[in-house]
């Protein structure tokens, strides 16, 4: 049986995944940065990942807002370049927003993913369009909050079940990135390249969606 809400458990089991999932795609993500960033992003990515997963059997499972909040701290001090203020912001500001929580439902998971969105947006000044990882993060929260008016296909009480709900916000995660290819970067180091930035997939918006679809399958084992 899916679960309704998400455990402490289910977290650290996210991550996990996660950083398998970005160590078997770090060269993906480091062609698409070397086309326009300073091609680290794949690398600096699998090794912050891998330093949060080497945390994860110390942590406590119980308090799911001081898991997030140590992977986002343990991001911002092994990934390099801008990935790891931008990561480590997302999970530190959606633990804050997390504080305390045993389990997190769609509704709260949303909301925790929103102040993660949030905070990535002041720290990097980006906004929707800029061909950033906020391409990919902001379609997927907005799946998950259309989910939660969603009717049920059994007639349920209305909403999609979580496992749903996370299949299409990791499929909008997708789209999101993909529809970065045409656009002129705005913001970091892609953005000095003006109009010959255009033409080429932005790799945090990969990676971002590469998180969300570890998230979706996490779930839907």
């Known amino acids: 049986m899916h679960p309704h ?9 996210w991550i996990e995944s996660a950083a398998e999932v970005l160590e078997r795609e770090k060269m993906l993500l480091t062609e698409l940065d070397a086309a326009i960033g300073d091609s680290d992003h794949g690398i600096n990515m699998a090794r912050g990942f891998a330093a949060v997963r080497a945390r994860l059997g110390g942590l406590d499972r119980g308090d799911i807002g001081a898991l997030l909040r140590e992977v986002g701290m343990t991001l911002l001090s092994t990934v390099g370049g801008a990935s790891g203020p931008l990561y480590g912001t997302l999970f530190r500001d959606a633990g804050q927003k997390a504080a305390g929580a045993a389990a997190l439902d769609l509704a709260a998971l949303a909301g925790c993913l929103e102040a993660g969105l949030d905070g990535v947006k002041r720290r990097g000044k980006a906004s929707p369009g800029d061909k950033t990882m906020v391409d990919a993060l902001g379609p997927a929260i907005d799946a998950l909050k259309a989910a939660l008016s969603a009717p049920e ?4 009480p209305g909403g999609a079940s979580l496992r749903d709900a996370l299949g299409r916000a990791a499929e909008a995660a997708r789209a999101g990135a993909e529809a970065t290819v045409p656009l002129v970067a705005r913001k970091g180091r892609a953005s000095y390249l003006g109009e010959r930035s255009a033409g080429h997939q932005d790799p945090g918006a990969t990676s971002c969606w590469l998180l969300l679809r570890s998230l979706a399958a996490t779930v839907g084992a």
């Open 5 to 13: 809400t998400l455990s402490g458990e289910h977290i650290a089991a």
């Open 153 to 156: 296909p059994a007639g349920g």
